[in-house]
T-cell receptor, first 114, second 114 residues
Framework: GAGVSQSPSNKVTEKGKDVELRCDPI?????LYWYRQSLGQGLEFLIY????????KSGLPSDRFSAERTGGSVSTLTIQRTQQEDSAVYLCASSYRTGSYEQYFGPGTRLTVT | KNEVEQSPQNLTAQEGEFITINCSYS?????LHWLQQHPGGGIVSLFMLSSGKKKHGRLIATINIQEKHSSLHITASHPRDSAVYIC????????????????FGKGTKLSVIP
């Protein structure tokens, strides 16, 4: 079956603009995660969704970042008023459930803020 | 917060060599992941383990819970093994709050020369 897909693969935007990044998890996976990988930095957790439960937003770096997951499937990560430090690769992953389940990663969206 | 340290940061090996990448963490965990990231950026999960040893083809992962240490071994290395290898840990119990969050090491860049 299809893996995790993300769109767009690349996004260049001007400072101050809003951007939306999309993630389509593997069908049947109830857990969805967003991560960020900045240049020269390791991966960092941003936000997590599990089924219909309230998301864990503890990793979001500022209130300019938000995410939603509609119908327990597709997720959108929105960054408002983008800043140059937001430039990074944004990765989405899904797993069957939380706990001892492997996470499957999407190809990522490379965001460049000019 | 768990601190995850990987060594070495960079590793160059001749084709056929046996390779070891190390990962240490500071706080007890429920699971440890080894991930592979190719130059194109895609991330693949290699192993998820909470005790003992796992083997898949030429890859072997071990974990010592008491010493808070894991190793990834590659036997008979090949140029196609060239990638960044990332260790990530999940803290806490499967049912505990925050247990789904992964904390990542900064990665080990492996180059295998023909």
């Amino acid at each position: 079956g299809a893996g995790v897909s993300q769109s767009p693969s690349n996004k260049v935007t001007e400072k101050g603009k809003d951007v939306e990044l999309r993630c389509d998890p593997i069908s049947g996976h109830t857990a969805l995660y967003w991560y960020r990988q900045s240049l020269g930095q390791g991966l960092e957790f941003l936000i997590y969704f599990q089924g219909n439960s309230a998301p864990d937003k503890s990793g979001l770096p500022s209130d300019r970042f938000s995410a939603e997951r509609t119908g327990g499937s597709v997720s959108t990560l929105t960054i408002q008023r983008t800043q140059q430090e937001d430039s990074a690769v944004y990765l989405c992953a899904s797993s069957y459930r939380t706990g001892s389940y492997e996470q499957y990663f999407g190809p990522g969206t490379r965001l460049t803020v000019t | 917060k768990n601190e995850v340290e990987q060594s070495p940061q960079n590793l160059t090996a001749q084709e056929g060599e046996f390779i070891t990448i190390n990962c240490s963490y500071s706080v007890g965990i429920s699971a440890l992941h080894w991930l592979q990231q190719h130059p194109g950026g895609g991330i693949v999960s290699l192993f998820m383990l909470s005790s003992g040893k796992k083997k898949h083809g030429r890859l072997i992962a071990t974990i010592n819970i008491q010493e808070k240490h894991s190793s990834l071994h590659i036997t008979a290395s090949h140029p196609r093994d060239s990638a960044v290898y990332i260790c990530a840990v999940r803290s806490g119990l499967d049912s505990g709050a925050g247990s789904y969050q992964l904390t990542f090491g900064k990665g080990t860049k492996l180059s295998v020369i023909p």
